[in-house]
């Protein structure tokens, strides 16, 4: 389950999705990408605890999840995901050959920066 907050933490305007693993219905996919392109920010769970997702290059979202975390936002270190390591360039500004060779070896799926 998903659940979206938008820009004022509203609940009245949060909403509670199920997203099936394998088979995801696309309308709800829909939803979460425009809440993400919308400043909104997600909660999903994972293996071991909840995680509030937002897009990194939505700034108001971000400090919107310092806040709530009650954090420093210029002191605060995220995990971001990206699809694969072609993606690496798009949020790092370089990375040296021998780094991405060890995380091309370390990580061959979908890897997790902080």
Same mark, same amino acid.
């Given at each position: ?22 088979? +995801?219905?696309?309308? #709800?996919?829909?939803? %979460?990408?425009?809440? *993400? ?9 994972? !293996? ?24 420093? +936002?210029?002191?605060? #270190?995220?995990?971001? %995901?990206?699809?694969? *390591? ?9 990375? !040296? ?18």
């Amino acid at each position: 389950m998903i659940e979206l907050l938008n820009e004022n933490n509203a609940v009245s305007l949060s909403m509670l999705l199920e997203l099936h693993p394998q088979n +995801p219905n696309p309308r #709800h996919l829909k939803t %979460i990408i425009e809440c *993400l392109k919308d400043g909104g920010i997600i909660i999903y769970p994972t !293996d071991t605890v909840y995680g509030m997702g937002c897009d990194i290059f939505q700034h108001k979202a971000v400090e919107r999840i310092c806040r709530i975390k009650q954090i420093d +936002p210029k002191k605060a #270190h995220f995990s971001f %995901i990206c699809y694969d *390591l072609s993606h690496l360039s798009d949020y790092a500004k370089s990375v !040296d050959t021998p780094i991405f060779r060890v995380l091309k070896k370390r990580c061959p799926v979908r890897i997790h920066l902080y």
